[in-house]
């Protein structure tokens, strides 16, 4: 959060205590993978042998055929329960 302005000034607030986790995120194949581990590897060192074996499958001319419904922030909040 950077800035709460109708909490400015209001005892032990601290927006920076309610900032979204930081994510890494990167793209292959016409998809898009999300990691919460800001110390992981890379996507490519990650995918290894994938990325070459996935090809056959032609990811990038595949069309979306249902738009999702969900909340990421609320998908990433399950997750840490």
Known sequence: MISAPEFEGQPNFDARDL????????????????????GARSLAHSLGELASQAEQFQFEGMKRFERP?????????????
Do not use: C, H, S, W
């Open 19 to 38: 900032a979204l986790a930081p994510l890494r995120a990167g793209e292959r194949f016409n998809l898009i993978f999300v990691n919460l581990d800001p």
């Open 69 to 81: 419904t969900y909340n990421m922030k609320m998908q990433l909040e399950d997750l840490r329960r």
